[in-house]
């Protein structure tokens, strides 16, 4: 059982728009950032999204983060099939003094 | 460039200890903490803990605390990951990930992450 909360699974076919959201607590998402990792199959994660909507050089504008309150979401638009990877959402938790991550969010281009 | 280079897959008996190296390159060591991720089989990511490379400080994810001792070599940029007592459900992928810090902006993020070590318990 995660802290943070995600849907286990999204679809969308190419050039359509996905949302993957994450839910959390006012200990994790509600005070602190929260950061988006990809992992493509049979690799390591890699950062995609920093505080909360910001994208590190390399990572195309197709890629958006958001937040309000305890929840945050990532938007994926111009859905292409190189996007087909496990999504995972994580924020510092003030009470566990700890990283919390989300299940992560198989996504899957039709 | 900065890389993580990560020790081979293990296979232990239960209620043994793995140690799971992770040799840094490309940049001062120790200017950044070093996480440790592990990742069981079709699941998701799990924070096991962090360790500063500047002064060896370190925190425990409070589910391991006890079974998990992480340690530097700064003479071989190197970091270590220590396991005891593992049971089948430590059966996972154990990577490693620098820690960037911005204080002016008061975030950090985990970049790059090793290629992961596969630690597989089984009697």
């Known amino acids: 059982q995660s802290v943070l909360t995600q849907p286990p699974s999204a679809s969308g076919t190419p050039g359509q728009r996905v949302t993957i959201s994450c839910s959390g607590s006012?200990?994790?998402?509600?005070?602190?950032?929260v950061y988006w990792y990809q992992q493509l199959p049979g690799t390591a994660p890699k950062l995609l999204i920093y505080r909360n909507n910001q994208r590190p050089s390399g990572v195309p504008d197709r890629f958006s983060g958001s937040k309000s309150g305890t929840s945050a979401s990532l938007a994926i638009s111009g859905l292409r099939s190189e996007d087909e990877a496990d999504y995972y959402c994580t924020a510092w938790d003030d009470s566990l003094s700890g990283w919390v991550f989300g299940g992560g969010t198989k996504l899957t281009v039709l | 460039q900065v890389q993580l280079v990560q020790s081979g897959a293990e296979v232990k008996k239960p209620g043994a200890s793995v140690k799971v190296s992770c040799k840094a390159s490309?940049?001062?060591?120790?200017?950044?903490?070093i996480n440790w991720v592990r990742q069981a089989p079709g699941q998701g990511l799990e924070w096991m803990g962090w360790?500063?490379?500047?002064?060896?400080?370190?925190n425990y994810a409070q589910k391991l605390q006890g079974r998990v001792t992480m340690t530097t070599d700064t003479s071989t940029s190197t970091a270590y990951m220590e396991l005891r007592s593992l049971r089948s459900d430590d059966t996972a992928v154990y990577y490693c990930?620098?820690?960037?810090?911005?204080?002016?902006?008061?975030?950090?993020?985990?970049?790059?992450w090793g290629q992961g070590t596969l630690v597989t318990v089984s009697s």
């Open positions: 490309g940049y001062t060591f120790t200017s950044y903490g």
């Open positions: 990930a620098r820690e960037v810090v911005r204080y002016s902006s008061g975030d950090n993020w985990f970049d790059p």
């Open positions: 006012s200990s994790n998402i509600g005070s602190n950032y």
């Open positions: 360790i500063s490379a500047y002064n060896g400080n370190t």
